[in-house]
């Protein structure tokens, strides 16, 4: 139990330099240091807006898993149940079947480039930011399909 202690503790400071790293982001995106900066057209502006969303996005789901997990580490029967439930060997299938550690990694690089690009090649930003959202759906509902038959 010691050793999921630390594994939780390390992603408890990971979630927390993803919150830090997308509050400085959007604060620079605010104050318009970032490059391609300028909102002059409505696809700049759109591209802006969804930059903005995802920063949001990113932030917030980083911060409540930073808070659940704090949770877990302070009440001993959540931890039990969390310990549990990542050592099932039935969800340990599903999701390598789902390929769901890889595919959320890389949705999420997908994500960060596409904000990176949006201001360099604007098709480049839409086909990343639709490739992100379709590899998402698909690992979930392949994730989703292997619960109701396994």
Known sequence: MDNFKIKLK??????????????????????????GS??????AGMMDGIS????????????AASIRITRMLKDE???????????DERLKMIRSRA???????????????????SSINETVFYTLLAAGYI??????GVK???LKTM
């Open 10 to 35: 390390k992603r408890r400071i990971l979630f927390i330099v993803i919150v830090i790293a997308v509050t400085a982001l959007g604060v620079l995106d605010a104050l318009s240091l970032l490059p």
């Open 38 to 43: 300028n909102k002059e057209t409505f696809t």
């Open 52 to 63: 903005w969303s995802t920063y949001i996005a990113l932030g917030l789901a980083a911060l």
């Open 77 to 87: 029967a959540l931890l039990r149940k969390a310990y549990n439930k990542e050592n």
């Open 99 to 117: 390929g769901m550690p890889i595919i959320l990694i890389m949705s999420i690089l997908m994500f960060v480039v596409a904000i990176i690009f």
């Open 135 to 140: 590899q998402l759906l698909c690992a979930a």
């Open 144 to 146: 989703i399909y292997c």
